[in-house]
């Protein structure tokens, strides 16, 4: 496929991710569950093949954490509390996918920032579930966990760029908001539409981020390298 072509491929994808998330959300405030069943599932899917279409070579670990949301939307979608739990599981691994594709892309190299930030969401992480505890039940240690995990991907994508820290703390604000459904806690004026645009915009800046910064370091590598300069050898002239 050309570039041209390719690059056209990537604009109708996004074009169709963000139709897609508009009529989820639309589903949402108008209360109409098949279409909000219908689009749910195809969200990360779309953005993926979106990704995969705007770089030629992608980074490998953003395909996985896409396409394992994508599981982890559907799994939810399910409801019950295996379906739940095996959704939590899904969307555990995303994080690990994205923790492992920051800290290789060198988020963790300013040591002294990187500090700072985890120092911050730390404190955040601790607050949340100290509030949340008394009302998880059996729920307590899978979400506390899931929540680090959680935590990790705000921490790391803080050090890619802003787009991608924006995109991790959305996604911990997102989670947040499901974590005092689980509590019992009373719930904001359109809870699930909160949840679940926060949750849209953070996958597409974590995603959209990646991509930027990957051609970034892909622009500066080819820079950086030598260039080798061929001299033809010089022929003796003759009469």
Same mark, same amino acid.
């Given at each position: 496929?050309?570039i041209?072509?390719?690059?056209?491929a990537?604009?109708?994808?996004?074009?169709?991710?963000a139709?897609?998330?508009?009529?989820?959300?639309g589903a949402?405030?108008? *209360?109409?569950?098949?279409l909000?069943? #219908?689009t749910?599932?195809? $969200?990360?899917p779309?953005? +993926?093949?979106? !990704?995969l279409a705007?770089?030629e070579?992608?980074?490998k670990?953003?395909?996985?954490?896409?396409?394992?949301?994508a599981?982890?939307?559907l799994l939810?979608?399910?409801?019950g509390?295996?379906?739940f739990?095996?959704?939590?599981g899904s969307?555990a691994a995303?994080h690990?996918?994205?923790?492992t594709m920051?800290?290789?892309?060198?988020?963790?190299?300013?040591r002294?920032r990187?500090a700072v930030v985890a120092?911050a969401y730390?404190?955040?992480?601790a607050a949340?579930?100290?509030?949340?505890?008394p009302?998880? *039940?059996?729920l307590k240690i899978?979400? #506390?966990?899931?929540s680090? $995990?959680?935590?990790?991907? +705000?921490v790391? !994508?803080?050090?890619?760029?802003r787009r991608?820290g924006l995109g991790?703390a959305?996604?911990?604000l997102?989670?947040?908001l499901?974590a005092?459904?689980l509590a019992?806690?009373?719930?904001l004026?359109?809870?699930e539409?909160?949840i679940?645009s926060t949750?849209?915009?953070a996958?597409y800046l974590l995603?959209?981020?990646?991509?930027?910064a990957?051609?970034?370091?892909e622009?500066?590598?080819v820079?950086?390298e030598p260039v080798?300069r061929?001299s033809?050898?010089?022929?003796p002239?003759?009469?």
């Amino acid at each position: 496929m050309t570039i041209s072509r390719r690059l056209r491929a990537a604009r109708g994808l996004l074009s169709t991710f963000a139709a897609t998330s508009a009529a989820h959300l639309g589903a949402i405030v108008t *209360g109409t569950t098949a279409l909000q069943h #219908a689009t749910k599932p195809a $969200l990360m899917p779309l953005l +993926a093949a979106h !990704s995969l279409a705007t770089a030629e070579r992608a980074p490998k670990l953003l395909t996985p954490a896409l396409l394992l949301s994508a599981g982890g939307d559907l799994l939810l979608q399910i409801g019950g509390d295996t379906a739940f739990l095996a959704g939590m599981g899904s969307f555990a691994a995303a994080h690990v996918c994205y923790v492992t594709m920051f800290v290789k892309r060198g988020a963790l190299e300013d040591r002294r920032r990187s500090a700072v930030v985890a120092a911050a969401y730390a404190a955040a992480w601790a607050a949340m579930v100290s509030q949340l505890w008394p009302g998880l *039940g059996d729920l307590k240690i899978p979400v #506390a966990v899931y929540s680090l $995990l959680l935590a990790s991907t +705000a921490v790391t !994508s803080a050090g890619l760029g802003r787009r991608t820290g924006l995109g991790g703390a959305l996604f911990l604000l997102s989670d947040t908001l499901i974590a005092t459904q689980l509590a019992g806690w009373r719930e904001l004026p359109g809870h699930e539409f909160w949840i679940m645009s926060t949750y849209i915009v953070a996958q597409y800046l974590l995603a959209s981020g990646t991509l930027k910064a990957h051609q970034t370091q892909e622009e500066d590598s080819v820079a950086d390298e030598p260039v080798t300069r061929l001299s033809a050898p010089v022929q003796p002239t003759g009469r």
